[in-house]
């Protein structure tokens, strides 16, 4: 325990063990190992910023920064002005992604035939993440459904891996 401005606070042991479940999943992931690996973002840049944004939306409370430090995978977690110089630094870099995407539309490169892959691969990554979704809150899992979820998984996998050559852009792939 510990005080902060008066009150004293403490990290849900249940919470913070689901939360670190879901990140420990989410790392064994291959879909997003070769997101991550791929983007502007480093592991700990996204699992900082993971905590940030969905820790609060998983225990429905308002969570300090010192517990939400306290969070990441490190056995002791880190401090606050760690945590959040990493998160500083992954909202950087998802502002300047996000920049780089507004500049492409405003330059009509979205247009090029060369960037309808990624696009179809997206669309393939939402449609497989809803699936999967669905799956686990049906509880109703059977052979068939893996099978075919694995099989769109080895895609997906397949199709950002081949994505993420610059060639790719290139046109002559």
């Known amino acids: 325990m510990y005080s902060i401005k008066g009150t004293v606070a403490m990290i849900d042991p249940a919470l913070k063990n689901e939360i670190q479940r879901w990140l420990v999943s989410l790392n064994k992931d291959p879909i997003f190992k070769i997101l991550l690996k791929n983007s502007n973002l480093t592991r700990v840049q996204a699992e900082t910023f993971l905590i940030d944004v ?15 430090a306290k969070l990441r995978l490190i056995e002791t977690g880190v401090s606050r002005g760690s945590f959040n110089r990493t998160l500083a630094q992954a909202r950087r870099n998802i502002i300047r992604s996000i920049y780089t995407v507004i500049l492409l539309g405003y330059l009509g490169i979205f247009d ?3 960037l309808f892959p990624y696009i179809e ?3 393939k990554i939402r449609a497989y993440s809803e699936r999967y979704r669905e799956l686990l809150e049906s509880g109703e899992v059977n052979e068939d459904q893996i099978r075919i979820l694995k099989t769109l ?4 996998e397949k199709g950002l891996f081949t994505l993420s ?6 046109g002559k792939t």
């Open 153 to 156: 998984q080895e895609e997906i």
């Open 121 to 123: 691969i997206s669309n």
């Open 54 to 68: 969905l820790a609060e939306k998983i225990s429905e409370k308002r969570i300090v920064y010192e517990d939400k």
């Open 112 to 114: 090029d035939p060369r």
């Open 165 to 170: 050559k610059p060639k790719v852009l290139s």
